[in-house]
């Protein structure tokens, strides 16, 4: 086995790093680095998708003690604007005070009713129930009949406080208050989004659909190009899944497939014309595709018009590498958030619906650069369980895409229940970030 797997180390063709060399314009920052992860698990116990036992395993060790995404500030712009984020039991209000953001469990502490229902804004959160009322900041404002509480410690009767910490523009939240803060929990992740400033960019859209199948599931099928020959062969022409780099440092993990380039899964070269057209055919907004002049390539032309695009947007002076308007880019910070890297809109966040083992709520995010004054972020749009991703449609064409990736899932759920053998298991080098995260996982889990 041993020796199998020293020699199947890569598939053929040229390697990211090779190509992105030969770019009109290389990449010189975090795209030209190469991680030597090699660990994790290649199998995963089937429990870990199908069990309520391994649900609760989580909902006790990881999700009360891992730095979460709750929120983008843009979408809590005002002091007492909040934003309620929930993860299985748990719900967490996100509001804006005058002193900064911060978070608070949404409980009374009465008799325990949640205090807020939806995203809004207040001057202070007064309970629907009996009317306690607390602070914006979480401090206590008022006991209803004050006179029928003199047991109550006055001082201790604050709402539960949550960690609250931002970076790029998301809020991230940590139940636990002994938690390492979210800069040392991220490591690099910040210095390689740091030329790509996330936080100026907007919410264009929020779409998220409810999946019946567990959480880990749904995200693994964003985290690798191995399923591309089988679940989009539309777009194999344009598209080097192959030959796509997966990298893992610390808390996060990272993929990169290269566009503009044949997948080695082709027999016959295409021409630059031919995989041109094949790129442009995935934006049909696009006007048609131009000639490719001779001794230019497909991946350079296309690039080159990416970034005047880009550039008219954000008239950054930064000398803008091909590799980052072309490729799909695509990093994980454990345990669920996926923002693209580069200039793709994309960020995906993942969880289990509501106390649910078997169904989970996918959400993407179009973050998009603006020019002038930020445009109001998009409200959720929510599909339901049998809405298709069509019907949204602020997604464009991907929406198409996401069709056929969400089509396998609810069946590899019933698959997996079906099953009669105890592990799945992980392509070692394509399902590197499968690997990586299971390995976190396990670390969780076990303390
Ligand atoms: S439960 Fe909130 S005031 Fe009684
Ligand atoms: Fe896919």
Known sequence: MATNLAKAARSSGISYQELIAGDAVPARNALALESPFQGGPTSVPVARY?????HDLEMKKLWPRVWQMACREEEIPRVGDYSVYEIGNFSIIVVRTAQGIRAHHNVCRHRGRRLCDFDGHAPSFICPFHGFSWNIDGTLRSVTSEWDFPHIDQKNFDLTPVRCETWGGWVFINMDMNAEPLAKFMGDLPAHFAPWRPEDRYVEAHVGKIMNCNWKLCQEAFMEAFHVITTHPQILTGTGDENSQYDAWGNFSRAITPNATPSPHIRSQPSEQELFEAVMMRHLDDPPAPNVPPGMTARAMMAAGA?????SIIGTDREIADAEVSDSIYYTLFPNFHPWGGYNRIVYRFRPWQDRHDQSLMECYYLSP??????????????????????????????KVFTQDTFNLPNVQRGLKAAQFDEVVFARYQETKLRHFHSLLSRWLAD
């Open 370 to 399: 603006f020019k002038g004054e930020r445009p109001p972020p998009a409200p959720l749009h929510l599909l339901g369980e049998d809405q298709p991703w069509t019907d949204a449609a602020e997604l464009g064409l991907l929406a």
């Open 307 to 311: 970034r005047a695009n880009l550039q």
């Open 50 to 54: 199908t069990t309520r036992e391994f």
